[in-house]
C-alpha cells in the first residue's frame, strides 16, 4: 500500500516563510535611535578635514574607550578625528576654553566634537502576556483543513512580567572652530547596548551618516 501524499504543503511552507522573514526584521532592528538631531541650515563652509574629539565622560578610562571609538568611526581618507585625552590628559584641570582653544591650533582641527555620556539609566516596563504557536515534527496531514492548524502546532501561554532595560543617552555636539558655533548636535539613545563596537557601528549609521547628509563631514 502506498503512503498517501500530501496534497497542498502550501500552508506550512507559507508559515516558514513568514517566520523567517518575521526573525530577519527583528534582528535586523537597530537599539540605538537618534531621538533629536538639529543641524545649521546655513552653513556654508567646506565639510570639517580634522576633527577634536572631547569625550566629556566622568569616569577617564571610559573617556579614553570612548574618545578612541569615535576617533576610528570619524578617521577616513577624507577626514581626520583626534582623541582629546592624548593632548588633554585631564579635563579637570586643562578642559577650559584657552586649553582646548590651544590645542586646537596646536593639531590644525576646523572642528571639534564633544561627546557628553550622561551614564545609563534602568527603566522598566511590563510586557503583554502572549501565546506562540510552535510547528510540531509531524505535519498532521490527516487531520484535514480544519484539523491541520491544531494538529501541527502546539500552544505556549507566556504570562506577562516585569523588564528591566538599561538606555544609555548621549549628546553629540559638532562645533566649527572658524566660528565657535555649533553646526551639528544630537542625542542618542541605545537600548540595552551590548559592545562597544556594536554601539559605535550603529552611530556610524545614524550620527555620521546625517553630519554628512548635511555636509559637515564628508
Not at 522573514?21 to 535611535?33: D, K
Not at 534602568?122 to 490527516?142: E, F, K
Not at 556594536?198 to 555620521?208: G, N, P, Q
Request: charged share 20%.
Amino acid at each position: 500500500m502506498k503512503n498517501k501524499q500530501p496534497k497542498n504543503r502550501q500552508p506550512y511552507f507559507l508559515l516558514l516563510t513568514l517566520l523567517s522573514a518575521m526573525l530577519f526584521l527583528l534582528n535586523g532592528c537597530s537599539s540605538t535611535l537618534l531621538v533629536e538631531n538639529w543641524s545649521d541650515k546655513n552653513y556654508s563652509g567646506p565639510p570639517m578635514k580634522k576633527i577634536l574629539i572631547i569625550g566629556v565622560i566622568n569616569n577617564e578610562k571610559h573617556r579614553r574607550s570612548f574618545e578612541n571609538e569615535f576617533t576610528s568611526l570619524l578617521t577616513t581618507d577624507k577626514r581626520t578625528g583626534i582623541a582629546s585625552h592624548t593632548l588633554l590628559p585631564d579635563l579637570k584641570k586643562s578642559g577650559n576654553k584657552e586649553k582646548v582653544l590651544a590645542t586646537v591650533k596646536e593639531v590644525g582641527a576646523d572642528a571639534v566634537m564633544i561627546v557628553t555620556s550622561h551614564g545609563v539609566v534602568d527603566q522598566q516596563r511590563v510586557t503583554a502576556p502572549s501565546v506562540d504557536y510552535v510547528p510540531n515534527a509531524g505535519m498532521g496531514y490527516s487531520s484535514g483543513m480544519y484539523g491541520y492548524y491544531n494538529t501541527s502546532h502546539s500552544v505556549i501561554f507566556s504570562p506577562g512580567h516585569t523588564v528591566t532595560d538599561t538606555i544609555l543617552r548621549v549628546d553629540i555636539k559638532l562645533f566649527s572652530v572658524a566660528t565657535e558655533k555649533v553646526i551639528w548636535s544630537g542625542k542618542t539613545e541605545s537600548l540595552n547596548p551590548k559592545s562597544a563596537k556594536k554601539l559605535i557601528a550603529e552611530f556610524e549609521r545614524l550620527v555620521v551618516r546625517d553630519m554628512r547628509k548635511g555636509g559637515f563631514i564628508e
